[in-house]
């Protein structure tokens, strides 16, 4: 078999095989079960609740949850702002880069607290290290700010009726210190032994063999990258990515990185079914995932390994595939790999560029953004997902003419009208920020020149892709769209704000509101949902939704471009 | 709100502390053991230093040239082309790609030429190119540097890097190494 596809097929095992003890670990973690590791961390995490002035141990209800969340990052928002606006004489700046400009620094901000990291600058000539650094800060809370609304829809979710939903700092502060923290520890150093550069120093300058004098950008990235990868993060040190040699050195990076995206995601579904003792939901939601990830990633894998006919009509031959904006380490077939990864989980880091691969791995890769269930970003993914679950027991509640109950609590009115809201705002968001970007340029195509680097259906999937990616927080894009302009740094920072908290209040108010109700015990009348029927309904629901939101869209941009190849 | 402003600020103070001091200096620590110190990779070839890993421009005949960049190998500011699969302009610049290869390879015909050779990398600081790509290239090399063909395909040989374990990812050959190797050939 093909060395390219066995190395994928590698990669996704090696996931299961690390994933799935890692779902107990922090299924323990979040019920504050004793673990192997309590002797290092207890002690840590107490120093955390102490100079905080926290007790971790005072019970919230998912009002409080929120309010707490979303004041912290009302803390990071400020924090941010002034960092990056005041970068140029701020310290830790050896490549003398500048401060960034409002509504640039406003992008960045609202990117990075919210775990989206897209990227409307280019880490190289746009950050100093000072800069990183809060990035890499953020990587890591705004992740664990995200677990932190997951663990409180799992406890939630138990068989029982209270208001007490468990302490938010509580879960953050773990969720910092005992899953991304040491796991972070240990890429980092992985990578350290690979090549990827951990030094404070600036740009170097040497002579190459031919004598052309050029100079390589270095800085703290073996740190950054480690947590970029594990938090669903995604955002560079330098601009291309994942695919600089210095960001991802060989083959072997690569699978660490890889499965370092999809890792604490599919772990987070086996944390639900330990914290909720029901092993059998989990496997079911597990599938349904699964099942989606595949539907996404097969195609994909099969139009990048067969290459871009258009340069076939060129008379080149294409014996590794479509080539362009990929790296020959790492092939089509991991790249692909890579794409759907990250895109089906909110990370959005890249080891090949999503413009230049063909118009159908790019509308699947959308596809991923626009469903946002597959897996999902780390804690937030599940969220998604949970969505989809409400709206499926709802519906075949109906079909079946019995009340709608899920895991023993009555789903009412008020938990759908959320539900809908929710599943509704993040393809409204998507929709009529591409309609807006898309008249503005139509209407004068010559003044606004600069946004789109392709013409055609491809300039289209190019705005497409932005707002699918901020409206998803994946942060990664079609990186060929002009996009440091005030209307690109406003606009999807807005829509990345709308697209981060309300799907994070939503199911929280959700669950917290079913929580508080009456346990109905199972009887004969119950609706079972972690059967495979029942998975088989959630993605039905998940298809039709995104099917019947997207397809109109997608078929102005990728799928029109793809009948136009020959 | 008020009740949480406090907690959150210093909350923020410590995590400052733990995860951009604390964890990125025993991160840099760390590095002073390993065996590149927290430095990219680099070969020093008499006494000058290349960084292995970042793609160098070669344009004379007598190198094996790596792949096109839309960065123009600066590794100062590296980036890809963004160019869609479609995008007539690019189509053009791809058969520009096509019509130099072929004058400064002559005696090479067009369907001998993969992919790779002709369009530009993710990050433009692809360091290899695969195996077809170094071998559509021997003519050239031999003939500038008045070599056998059979010496230069087994340098190439030489220099391919297999996939990890065997079975994972791609072969592929590191462009400066082999260049380095071609320059010591007496």
């Known amino acids: 078999m093909n060395t390219e596809i066995t190395g994928v097929i590698a990669m996704f095992i090696l996931l299961l095989l690390l994933a799935i003890p890692l779902g107990r670990y922090i299924g323990k973690i979040f019920t504050n079960e004793k673990t192997w590791a309590d002797k290092i961390f207890t002690p840590l995490d107490n120093l955390f609740y102490k100079l905080s002035g926290i007790n971790s141990s005072t019970q919230m209800n998912w009002k409080q949850h929120l309010l707490a969340l979303l004041t912290i990052n009302i803390v990071w928002f400020l924090l941010s702002m002034l960092v990056l606006t005041n970068m140029s004489w701020l310290p830790l700046n050896p490549d003398g880069n500048p401060s960034m400009s409002a509504d640039l620094a406003f992008n960045t901000t609202v990117s990075f607290i919210s775990n989206t990291n897209l990227q409307h600058y280019s880490g190289e000539t746009g950050m100093s290290y000072l800069g990183q650094l809060v990035l890499m800060l953020f990587q890591f809370i705004s992740a664990g700010c995200g677990m932190a609304a997951c663990a409180v829809v799992f406890v939630a979710m138990k068989e029982r009726t209270t208001d007490q939903l468990g302490n938010f700092y509580f879960y953050f502060v773990r969720s910092c210190t005992r899953i991304l923290l040491p796991l972070s520890l240990v890429l980092a150093i992985i990578f350290l032994f690979n090549g990827t550069p951990m030094t404070f120093e600036g740009k170097d300058t040497t002579t190459t063999l031919q004598g052309d004098t050029v100079q390589v950008s270095r800085g703290p990235v073996a740190a950054f990258v480690a947590i970029k990868q594990l938090g669903t993060n995604g955002g560079g040190f330098y601009g291309p990515n994942s695919t600089h040699p210095l960001e991802n050195p060989n083959y072997f990076t690569n699978t660490v990185e890889t499965v370092a995206i999809l890792l604490i995601p599919v772990a987070m579904v086996f944390a639900l079914g330990y914290i909720l003792k029901r092993k059998k939901l989990a496997w079911v939601i597990f599938g349904v995932m699964l099942l989606g990830f595949l539907l996404l990633l097969v195609p994909s894998i099969i139009t990048e390994v067969k290459g871009n006919p258009a340069i076939t009509t060129l008379g080149i031959r294409q014996p590794m595939g479509s080539m362009e904006g990929k790296e020959v380490r790492f092939g089509a077939a991991a790249s692909a790999y890579w794409a759907i990864n990250t895109t089906c989980t909110s990370n959005g880091s890249v080891n090949a560029m999503h413009d230049s691969m063909t118009p159908a791995t790019g509308m699947f890769a959308m596809l991923g953004m626009m469903v946002n269930a597959f897996f999902g970003g780390v804690g937030v993914g599940f969220l998604n997902f949970y969505i989809f679950i409400i709206l499926a027991v709802f519906i075949s509640g109906l079909m079946v003419g019995r009340t709608p109950e899920f895991l023993g609590k009555k789903i009412e009115a008020k938990e759908m009208k959320i539900a809908m809201i929710i599943a509704l705002l993040h393809p409204f968001l998507i929709l009529v920020g591409t309609a807006i970007a898309s008249h503005i340029y139509a209407h004068n195509p010559t003044a606004y020149a600069a946004w789109l680097n392709n013409p055609g259906y491809h300039g289209f999937s190019e705005m497409l892709y932005e707002y699918t990616s901020s409206s998803a927080n994946n942060g990664s894009g079609f990186e060929g769209l002009g996009d440091n302009t005030p209307f690109w740094n406003i606009s999807c920072g807005i829509v990345i704000l709308i697209g981060r908290y309300l799907p994070i209040i939503g199911p929280v108010a959700i669950a917290g509101m079913l929580a508080n109700k009456k346990f109905v015990p199972e009887s004969a009348g119950t609706l079972k949902t972690d059967t495979g029927t029942f998975g088989l309904m959630v993605f039905a629901v998940i298809a039709i939704v995104a099917a019947l939101s997207f397809f109109p869209a997608l078929a102005l941009g990728p799928i029109a471009e793809h009948f136009s190849l020959k | ?186």
């Open chain 2, 1 to 186: 709100m008020k009740q949480h402003l406090l907690p959150a600020i210093r909350l923020t103070i410590v995590c400052i502390i733990v995860f951009i001091v604390i964890y990125p200096a025993v991160v840099w620590g760390i590095a002073q053991l390993t065996p590149n110190k927290g430095q990219a990779a680099t070969i020093t070839v008499n006494g000058k230093k290349y960084y292995t890993n970042i793609a160098q421009r070669f344009t004379a005949d007598k190198y094996f040239w790596s792949r096109p960049s839309a960065a123009a190998y600066n590794a100062a500011s590296a980036g890809g082309s963004n160019k869609g699969p479609t995008n007539p302009g690019y189509l053009k610049e791809v058969q520009l790609r096509i019509d130099t290869f072929l004058v400064h390879n002559p005696g090479i015909s067009k369907n001998e030429i993969p992919s790779d050779v002709i369009t530009a990398s993710g990050s433009g600081l692809d360091p290899d190119i695969s195996v077809p790509a170094a071998m559509v290239q021997v003519k050239r090399i031999a003939k500038t540097r008045n070599l056998s063909e059979a010496t230069v395909q087994q340098l190439v040989q030489q220099y391919i890097q297999q996939p990890l374990l065997g079975m994972m990812g791609t072969q592929r050959i590191n462009v400066l190494q082999l260049n380095l190797a071609l320059d010591n050939i007496k």
